[in-house]
């Protein structure tokens, strides 16, 4: 049976960084990496941001070959079995390990429909897709104001694409932002040319040549490619078959270790408890599948430390631009610092007088300053932060 030092399901960033602790860590080790796409690891934010405006997509790889890895592209784990530390994969053949990483990420949410004309975006081999079909003069559907929604049809109409959006709240991104915030998302948008109809649940299928989006009054609109970004749903499915604790997502404690000896998890799919915000958390984006694979890489290899990362996540909306550190819950409390209302300024979102999180809404330089605001841990008055918090003056 062919077996490795630390054997790792995954190939994204969590799986990049942590190959590369581990090899920082232990020179001489064998590695093996196991990744369902046929690519090796790349930065997944600029499939929606930075390649649509100029990026060449040579910018968004990794440099994986320098690890010494053993890279299984194309290939799936079918099964572990942590009695025998050993994994089994999509060919029938059982790998043993010493030390294991999940880093198996998380796949779209999915509506009904399904077909060529119906993307549920997520990898590369989406977006080169979606780039082929947008050099033509067609007709988009976006379904879900969220992140992906947001950005993939902010993309396609920089490309001067007809774009409809069909969102199931009354604003855009209604699950980061207050109320007043996603409402003029929706204005902003409709400025920009892009038809936004809040309409509730929707479903989408193919018809003819394109596709149709279905409201829940049953309405009917048509286009010819449907793009849907409706949530991420961590996979967990080899950790939950294996007997490895899971909720939303796989359980690791402070050392990114699983219920299972000499198994850990890290990325989109592991949740970990985060002590100033004081709860089990679960975050999707590249900072923390950095910083969480590059930790369980260490500690793998006998050189633990707690993880206790604070979210960290940003996003470009046509010419408006965020970073966001912390809890960004529209449910808390919330006290916006405008300089310019909806173009530039600071959203505290606040609980018990704590501040939880910050909205960083075009300003930029102060994403550790939020950082350190929310780690102290303090009572604050609100009138108090009003000016904390300013765009950082360029040099």
Request: hydrophobic share 40%; no cysteine; charged share 25%.
């Amino acid at each position: 049976m062919p077996s490795y030092e630390y054997l790792i399901v995954g190939a994204g960033i969590a799986a990049d960084a942590a190959m590369h602790a581990l090899r920082e860590a232990d020179p001489h080790a064998t590695i093996g990496v196991f990744g369902a796409e046929a690519h090796a690891s790349y930065d997944r934010p600029p499939l929606s941001k930075a390649l649509w405006k100029g990026t060449p997509e040579s910018d968004i790889w990794r440099d994986v070959r320098s690890t010494g890895a053993d890279l299984h592209l194309g290939r799936r784990i079918a099964g572990i079995d942590p009695r025998s530390a050993s994994v089994i994969d999509d060919r029938g053949i059982t790998h043993g390990y010493a030390k294991l990483l999940l880093a198996t990420g998380g796949s779209p949410r999915r509506l009904r429909g399904s077909g060529d004309r119906i993307l549920y975006y997520r990898t590369l081999d989406d977006y080169r897709r979606l780039r082929d079909l947008a050099s033509e003069p067609l007709r988009f559907a976006v379904v879900g104001g969220g992140f992906i929604g947001m950005e993939v049809a902010a993309a396609l109409r920089m490309q001067d694409r007809e774009v409809e959006m069909f969102v199931g709240e009354d604003g855009l991104g209604t699950r980061l932002f207050p109320d007043d915030l996603s409402s003029f998302l929706v204005d902003y948008y409709r400025e920009q040319g892009v038809v936004v109809r809040t309409v509730g649940r929707v479903d989408v299928e193919e018809r003819g040549r394109g596709i149709v989006v279905r409201t829940g009054s049953g309405a009917e609109f048509e286009a010819d490619v449907a793009v849907v970004g409706v949530g991420l749903s961590p996979n967990v499915e080899l950790a939950r078959d294996a007997g490895i604790a899971v909720g939303d997502g796989i359980e690791v404690d402070a050392f990114l270790r699983t219920s299972a000896p000499n198994v850990y998890a890290a990325g989109d799919v592991a949740s970990y408890e985060q002590p100033v915000l004081g709860r089990r958390i679960r975050v999707e984006h590249e900072s923390n599948a950095d910083a969480m694979g590059r930790a369980a890489g260490f500690a793998m290899a006998g050189q633990p430390a707690p993880f206790d990362q604070l979210p960290f996540f940003y996003s470009d909306l046509f010419d408006l631009g965020f970073e966001a550190v912390g809890e960004l819950d529209p449910r808390l409390e919330t006290f916006a610092d405008w300089k310019d209302p909806f173009r530039e300024g600071v959203v505290y979102y606040l609980a018990k007088g704590r501040v939880r999180g910050a909205l960083l809404w075009n300003t930029w330089g102060q994403a550790d300053n939020a950082r350190r605001l929310i780690e102290e841990m303090k009572p604050v008055e609100k009138n108090k932060l009003a000016g904390r918090l300013p765009q950082e003056e360029a040099a």
